[in-house]
């Protein structure tokens, strides 16, 4: 069997092997560690997993070889959860929040989410393609190989959602990183509609979701289900409906207030219920039982100053499946570094160094569908691996603030290198 790439002497190597998939409760920990590992891949895809030498079955003739020298090599990281296309950005409100303005504030004087929205609507397809391009570069640089992207910044201007989507699916076409990308036209009610939203929502339900599933610029839709925002009624109907044309359901549940988004992401069989900071217990057993996968945003609670992070300890603990992500936005989360995120979910959320990568890799995966081909180094599966200049796993946590990644591979092929 004739390999192209073959990455040999792996301090520690990190397969997240298995069929379990999201893995939760203990097996969240449980993340396959081979020593003196080796690799050999053919095109994008894997074709040995193991320790010590190749086998004699593998043709290393032509192919690339990589000494990792001791290195740690890992699944390839994947951001589940990012508004990756976006125009302008908000460092004038860092000020205001320090002199102790609110976001109600903050919004009141133009800024806050409409102040993106305007700067989206504002800016052209070059333009988001650009910063959004730059932001790519940045991200895999870090190790991440997959990257999440909402629209959400239209707040009523369907166009401009078209536009965010439109980036994406073009981003996904040209760039190294795979993005894959999220309808959120409810990510804020828009003024016109803020005394009747019913209204918007029929809009939506009846007019933007088909024609989204009609133009193929999405595979999930996301509503913000929130107080002041979405209510549960109104985000069930519209998740209801995008799953009715072939969307895969996502919710923005209970990230300020516990509403009840997280009972609702079982209740209409939602992949992933994310933010969840104020998820109820009842809420966190119900998204057990349904299997939904809970993306944790530690960054944006961080930036927010907020004292009460999401209960991973007892989601884990309930068999709930989590993931991380950096929830990259201009406001709440400006951030494209998935490892100082990881730092922060054991930091603040508890989390263990094991539980953090799986999170960042199987079931980030598994909160984007995407399991059966990344999230684990196995046999068959595509070649996209991270290779960190690292002793251990522990290291890259413990050490936080730097950027640890040394090589980047993505489908077979190396597309960063420090």
């Not at 069929?19 to 449980?30: H, I, S, T, W, Y």
């Not at 959602?161 to 040209?174: H, S, T, Y």
């Not at 960190?388 to 960063?416: E, W």
């Amino acid at each position: 069997m004739q390999a192209t790439l073959v990455i040999k002497n792996i301090g520690t190597l990190v397969t997240l092997k298995g069929e379990n998939a999201p893995r939760k409760g203990k097996l969240q920990g449980e993340i396959g560690e081979i020593e003196n590992g080796v690799i050999a891949i053919r095109d994008d895809r894997i074709i040995h997993v193991g320790s010590g030498e190749l086998p004699d079955v593998i043709d290393v003739t032509g192919a690339q070889i990589i000494d990792a020298g001791g290195k740690v090599v890992t699944p390839g990281l994947i951001d589940c959860h990012t508004h990756l296309v976006h125009g302008g950005s908000r460092e004038n409100e860092l000020a205001m929040k320090l002199d102790g303005k609110g976001y109600l504030e903050i919004l009141a004087s133009g800024g806050g989410i409409h102040s993106t929205a305007r700067a989206t609507e504002k800016a052209s397809f070059q333009e988001l393609y650009e910063k959004a391009y730059k932001s790519l570069d940045i991200m895999k640089s870090f190790g991440i190989t997959t990257v999440e992207g909402k629209s959400g910044y239209g707040i009523g201007s369907f166009q401009t959602e078209i536009k965010q989507m439109e980036v994406a699916k073009k981003l996904n076409e040209d760039h190294p990183l795979r993005v894959i990308s999220t309808f959120m036209g409810a990510h804020a009610i828009p003024m016109e509609y803020k005394d009747d939203s019913d209204k918007f929502v029929d809009i939506m339900l009846n007019e933007m979701l088909p024609k989204v599933v009609e133009m193929d610029l999405a595979k999930f839709c996301d509503v913000f289900c929130e107080e002041g925002v979405f209510s549960i009624d109104q985000s069930r109907r519209i998740l209801l409906k995008a799953k009715e044309l072939g969307l895969v359901p996502k919710i923005h549940a209970d990230e300020i207030v516990s509403l009840g988004g997280a009972e609702l992401s079982a209740e209409v069989g939602a992949i992933s219920a994310e933010h969840l900071v104020g998820a109820s217990e009842q809420g966190i057993k119900d998204m057990a039982k349904a299997g939904v996968v809970a993306v944790l945003l530690p960054g944006t609670s961080f930036n927010l100053g907020k004292k009460e992070p999401a209960k991973a300890r007892l989601m884990i603990e309930e068999g709930v499946p989590v993931a991380l992500s950096t929830d990259y936005n201009p406001g709440s989360c400006p951030t494209e570094n998935l490892q100082f995120i990881m730092t922060l979910a054991s930091l603040h959320l508890r989390m263990k160094p094991s539980e953090v990568i799986t999170a960042v890799t199987m079931n980030a995966a598994a909160a984007l569908g995407i399991e059966k081909e990344v999230g684990s180094i196995q046999v068959g599966k595509k070649a996209d691996i991270a290779i960190f200049d690292i002793p251990n796993i522990d290291y890259m946590i413990y050490h936080f603030g730097i950027n640890h990644n040394y090589i980047t591979i993505k489908d077979g092929k190396i597309i960063y290198k420090k």
